[in-house]
């Protein structure tokens, strides 16, 4: 089984890369649209070893673009339904799944609690967010960002940059705003899009997560965990070995 799970990606990275996705260790800090994508393709990459969090439970708004979402799977935890199926895909994977939601100490001591290679930030609320990237990075974590993938509709927009050189997204904004007032203003790998948002995409939400819930179509979240995965695979075959 191991093998020829493997096979089709040792044709095209070789098997030093191979072992090098193996020994890998990746935090997924959020799991939904994007998140759920983005963890999904490490796992299929091969990645041996992933920290998955996320402290919600699936709801019917999510089927629409979520991979875990479905009208069987409303109600129940999304880290442990990811857990069950990265185990499905890779039984080798070794998945530490935590049902909750970030903050504070505890995100510093989950990114104190082991070695990562890699840290994944889909988080879709700004303080939490920028609260992991900034102590991902100075703790020297290598660390790739989810923008923002509401309101978007053209996938050739899709951009991979330092956060430094993100633009036109609002969310981007925001973050490097942040960011900069805690001494931060590059280091950090982004997937953005450069397309604007249309006014009409936009409607006010008044719960405490968000200040607007933004239109959502279905292949534009999954096209961004692509990019993320794609951008934290780079970097993994690109770190020298210890």
Known sequence: MTSQFSSRTQLLIGTE???RLQSAHVLVVGLGGVGGYA???????GVGHMTIVDGDTVSPSNVNRQLIALNS???????????????????ACEVEALQEFLRDDRMIQLLKAHSYDCVVDC??????????????HTLGLPTVSSMGSGGKLDPS???????????????AAMVRKRLHRMGVT?????????????P?????????????????????????GCHI??????????????
């Open 17 to 19: 890369g191979v072992a």
């Open 39 to 45: 963890a999904e393709q490490l796992c299929r990459a």
């Open 73 to 91: 799977t409303v109600g129940q935890p999304k880290a442990f339904l990811f857990r069950d199926r990265f185990h499905d895909i890779n039984p």
């Open 123 to 136: 988080i879709d609320t700004l303080s939490p967010k920028v609260f992991l990237l900034y102590h991902a």
């Open 157 to 171: 927009q899709l951009r991979t940059s330092d956060i430094a050189d993100s633009h036109t997204c609002r969310l």
């Open 186 to 198: 590059l280091g950090i790998r982004v997937v953005f899009s450069a397309e604007k948002v249309s």
């Open 200 to 224: 009409q995409a936009m409607v006010q939400d008044p719960s405490d997560n968000h200040l607007t819930t933004v239109g959502t179509i279905s292949y534009m979240p999954p096209l961004f």
């Open 229 to 242: 995965a794609a951008e934290v695979i780079r970097i993994l075959l690109s770190t020298p070995v210890n």
